[in-house]
């Protein structure tokens, strides 16, 4: 017995149109589809990072934008990347000491130094830093100086993908690549070259202490002329270098 179509009934029912998606749907599917895309690319992004020199960072490149904002004239910037065995361990230890002493404890936040700055916010002080070494590798690497919710939970979400791909020596040797050291000078290398005349490798635990002590401001704290603020602060990472061993 043959089976009854109705050929017309079908082809009525595969050629009705799909329902087109309204503007809220579409605005919500395509906020999804950039938030996967970043994912992603981050997740790529440090992956690639953990193995090769970083070529630039987020830092340089905003100081290229600040001198055209400006109007000054281009300056290119002094950074040469140099790998970890060609850094003196006396730069590794100063850093350490002098920026983040629970380095190889925590795992990219010291909970203990942000609840402290907190409340001495909340107690009228002014709000000072504390973000640990992990931070500023990302911070310096991937986002921009801005101070805001949104600048920071990057921050936040890019610490945590340094923290959990890389290893904590190569986080240290990012950061003593990319930090700033001077007007339009970045890196350890950079730094050891035009303030001693000698490359990162032959520092110096004195050498290394005094760079670091310009590590908060190396605008105004010059390794080159010292202040007496930069001395002392100098002789105390001295000192803390040797409390921790190095």
């Not at 630039?56 to 000054?72: C, I, N, P």
């Not at 990302?138 to 921050?155: D, Q, T």
């Not at 890019?158 to 990319?178: G, H, P, S, V």
């Not at 190396?218 to 000192?239: E, F, M, T």
Request: proline share 4%.
């Amino acid at each position: 017995m043959k089976h009854f179509r109705h050929p017309a009934r079908y082809r009525q029912f595969w050629r009705q149109p799909k329902t087109a998606l309204s503007l809220p749907q579409r605005c919500k599917r395509g906020l999804v589809y950039a938030a996967l895309f970043f994912v992603l690319s981050s997740l790529l992004l440090v992956g690639v990072l953990r193995y090769l020199p970083a070529p630039t960072s987020a830092f340089m490149l905003h100081q290229h934008v600040d001198d055209l904002v400006e109007g000054r004239h281009y300056r290119g910037i002094d950074q040469r990347w140099v790998s970890r065995r060609h850094i003196s361990p006396h730069a590794f230890a100063a850093v350490v000491a002098s920026e983040d002493q629970l380095f190889y404890q925590h795992n990219g936040f010291d909970v203990d130094a942000i609840t402290k700055a907190f409340n001495q916010y909340l107690r009228g002080g002014k709000l000072r830093g504390a973000s640990t070494i992990s931070q500023q590798v990302a911070k310096n690497l991937f986002l921009s100086p801005a101070k805001n919710f949104g600048r920071k939970a990057l921050e936040i979400w890019f610490t945590l993908l340094i923290e959990a791909i890389w290893d904590k020596q190569r986080i240290l040797e990012m950061y003593l690549n990319i930090a700033e050291f001077g007007d339009h000078l970045f890196g350890i290398e950079a730094a050891s070259r035009r303030y001693f005349g000698i490359s990162a490798q032959q520092l110096s635990a004195n050498q290394a202490a005094l760079l670091a002590a310009t590590l908060p401001n190396p605008i105004l704290l010059k390794a080159d002329q010292p202040s007496a603020y930069v001395h002392k602060r100098q002789s105390w990472i001295l000192g803390q270098m040797r409390v921790l061993g190095n």
